[in-house]
Structure formats: C-alpha cells, structure tokens
C-alpha cells in the first residue's frame, strides 16, 4: 500500500488552493441561486454556505466514528473523502439544466 507522503504536497502554493476553493464556493452559489424562484433566491443562496460548513461536524463524527472502530487514519480519510466524491457527483449527475430558463420566476 502506498504511504502518503506530505512531501509531494510541497509543489503547491496556498494562493492557489485558496483561489480553487473560493471558485468552488461560486459556483455553489451560483447553482443554488439558479435553482429556486426568485422571491427566495437571496436567502438560498446566503444559506448553502453555511449548511456545507455545518456538514463538516457530520464528516468528522463520521471520521471518527471510522478509528473508533479500529480503521486507520488514512482509510478512515479515504472512505469520508469517497463518500464526499461519490454524494458531489451523484448530485451534479442528478442536478436540472438551468441553461435557456427562464430564471423570473417564483416559487409557491
């Protein structure tokens, strides 16, 4: 099995690991704006932020809750960080075009 090694992470700078996740936060929010009427869009949009924040109590109990039943360190890791892949593409595979529609519009 191969051991991770902190090394191989030397080659990146922290401006750009910062730019990746704020241009993940965009479209996040962007997908969420597109996805609900427009007499809530403000308050969905301001709100998605803040449940992916709180999701990060769930993973690290689910972190955890892995070593506690004697899983190591980097497979607890990689079985969270699988899980986290496998949710985000499931939900962007099952995630409506917004491409052409009309966006005006509100919900009821």
Not at 62 to 74: M, P, R, S, T, V
């Amino acid at each position: 099995m191969a051991h991770f090694a902190p090394e191989s992470l030397a080659h990146f700078e922290p401006e750009s690991v910062a730019q990746f996740v704020w241009n993940i936060q965009a479209i996040m929010a962007t997908i969420a704006a597109e996805s609900f009427g427009t007499n809530i869009r403000a308050t969905i949009t301001t709100t998605v932020p803040n449940f992916v924040r709180g999701s990060l109590v769930l993973l690290t109990i689910l972190y955890k809750g892995l070593q506690q039943y004697g899983i190591e360190k980097l497979t607890s890791v990689l079985i969270t960080g699988l899980l986290c892949v496998t949710v985000s593409l499931l939900m962007a595979w099952f995630s409506e075009e917004t491409y052409g529609k009309d966006l005006d519009y509100l919900e009821g």
